[in-house]
């Protein structure tokens, strides 16, 4: 374990580098914190060292672990702005749903391709991609409402309604050789209750996405 000495040097050092990179003068820190600008002083010159609960309360302020501030060394995490590590994590919220999608687009093509390799080519196999699209559209939705929910959710419930109503009409189609398109009059009344719904239950929901607002 490091000493007392040291402890304070690579705090007081990682406070002084931190608040530099924000652009904030140790009075802005300190009144953010409700300390004078003296104590950030001593802090940053290693005089003292603040409490656990100071030390929590910076680490918020500079959106950072609080074993960034007691660490000699430190990772790549912080190397840039809050703002580019949020466009990356969003970056990486969008390829883990692509992925998602595309994972039950290849559940699909696997039974297409089991079907054909039992059956022989029927074109009622091709079902199995028509399914896929409501499927997508449910995954689309839960991971949306996890990371950005808004008004995206509206339109991918309303997509995932009428992809129900297709697929309901062409499987009539294929397996009892009818054709039933008044079914798609259902989403009209459909169509409305989404939309009431999300305007009583969550107004934000027809409003621009939490992440694309930070």
């Known amino acids: 374990m490091e000493a007392d000495g040291s402890v304070k040097s690579i705090v007081a050092r990682n406070l002084a580098d931190l608040r530099m990179k924000r652009g904030m003068t140790q009075l802005q820190l300190a009144d953010a914190l409700n300390y004078s600008d003296k104590a950030v002083s001593k802090w940053e010159r290693a005089e003292s060292l603040p409490d656990l609960e100071v030390l929590i309360r910076i680490a918020d302020i500079y959106e950072v672990d609080l074993d960034y501030l007691i660490s000699a060394e430190h990772d790549d995490r912080y190397s840039s702005s809050p703002k580019e590590r949020k466009k990356r994590a969003k970056r990486n919220y969008y390829f883990i749903i692509a992925m998602s999608i595309l994972l039950v687009w290849l559940i699909a093509s696997l039974v297409f391709v089991i079907l054909v390799g039992i059956h022989g080519y029927k074109l009622v196999f091709g079902l199995s991609f028509l399914y896929a699209v409501p499927i997508s559209c449910i995954v689309l939705l ?73």
Do not use: D
Not at 153 to 164: G, H, Q, R, T, V
Not at 196 to 203: S, Y
């Open 142 to 214: 839960v991971l949306n409402s996890v990371w950005f929910g808004g008004r995206k959710n509206f339109y991918i419930i309303s997509l995932l309604m009428w992809s129900c109503l297709a697929t309901i009409v062409i499987t009539f189609h294929a397996f009892l050789g009818k054709f039933f398109p008044l079914i798609f009059i259902l989403g009209i009344p459909g169509q409305l209750i989404i939309v009431l719904w999300c305007l009583l239950n969550n107004p934000n929901h027809l409003k621009p996405n939490r992440l694309e607002n930070r």
